[in-house]
């Protein structure tokens, strides 16, 4: 008569065959290297969120927080605005070159990934320099072809030039979130009877959105970071009337405002993609 299943294996017992099994060694206790370091780390932050507060409480300056919030206020919606356009911008110039990188034709393929690996293989800075200085210097060309209102005004050029940085990271997180949906769901969505287009919208978008949306998250923040940039060329987001504030002052503790207000606005949009993602991926969880 054969062993009972749950004798088996059992932990102590022998097995079939003769070899015992041991039980799994205990978890590790007590304070290890990596616990030590990530604790002092923890403090070292901690340390250095405090005397910040510190600093900002000891320098606090009535007259100055004042006279330059409305103008912080301002360049907080400019740069509000900057990525909003060019991130709705990016994400419409993205479907088209996601497809093209998924074309079968040679010649799309390699535009597509040729525009790719440009966009995104280079500095934002130097794609802004680019299109700002390099095409102002193509004035009698531009206005010939009447662009030139666009391409004098700094905040055209920022728009632009953000729209199509973002559009190359959407495109490959859009090629890489369909992509990961098995090709089992499209011969399925095929078997039964669904079209192309209610296949896309009903069977892949649905799980390709899953996996897109934390990249995408990633994107957005970026592009928030990567939009203090756009102060070189004169135009007065967060960080330009930032620069402005400190040239008139000489108050370090501007900048200390605005990278407490970007802290905020990252940490904002984190958790409203983690509110997301929780309310999409509730039917995972048990």
């Not at 616990?35 to 780390?41: A, D, F, K, Q």
Request: hydrophobic share 50%; with cysteine.
């Amino acid at each position: 008569m054969s062993e009972p299943p749950s004798a088996i294996g059992a932990p102590g017992l022998p097995a079939r065959g003769g070899a015992e099994v041991l039980p799994p060694p205990p978890p590790a206790r007590g304070l290890t290297r990596a616990r030590v370091t990530g604790i002092v780390l923890l403090g070292v932050w901690a340390l250095v969120g405090i005397g910040t507060v510190l600093f900002l409480l000891a320098s606090w300056n009535v007259e100055l927080f004042t006279r330059y919030a409305p103008r912080y206020l301002s360049g907080l919606l400019v740069t509000v605005e900057l990525v909003a356009i060019s991130v709705l911008a990016g994400a419409v110039l993205s479907v088209p070159i996601a497809l093209g990188r998924r074309s079968k034709s040679r010649i799309i393929g390699v535009l597509a990934y040729t525009y790719v690996y440009f966009f995104r293989g280079t500095p934002l800075l130097a794609q802004t320099f680019l299109v700002y200085y390099g095409l102002g210097s193509l004035r009698p060309e531009l206005e010939s072809v009447g662009l030139w209102w666009f391409f004098r005004e700094a905040w055209y050029c920022a728009i632009f030039t953000f729209s199509l940085n973002t559009a190359a990271y959407q495109a490959e997180i859009l090629r890489g979130a369909i992509e990961s949906v098995g090709r089992g769901q499209w011969e399925a969505a095929s078997a039964l009877g669904l079209s192309r287009l209610q296949t896309v919208y009903k069977i892949i978008i649905p799980q390709a959105a899953l996996v897109a949306l934390r990249p995408y998250g990633n994107e957005i923040i970026l592009m928030i970071k990567g939009s203090a940039i756009v102060a070189i060329i004169t135009v007065y987001d967060l960080m330009g009337e930032t620069r402005r504030a400190y040239s008139r002052t000489f108050d370090f503790q501007t900048y200390i405002w605005a990278a407490l207000i970007y802290l905020g606005i990252v940490e904002m949009l984190r958790m409203t993609i983690d509110r997301i993602e929780r309310r999409l991926t509730r039917h995972l969880r048990r």
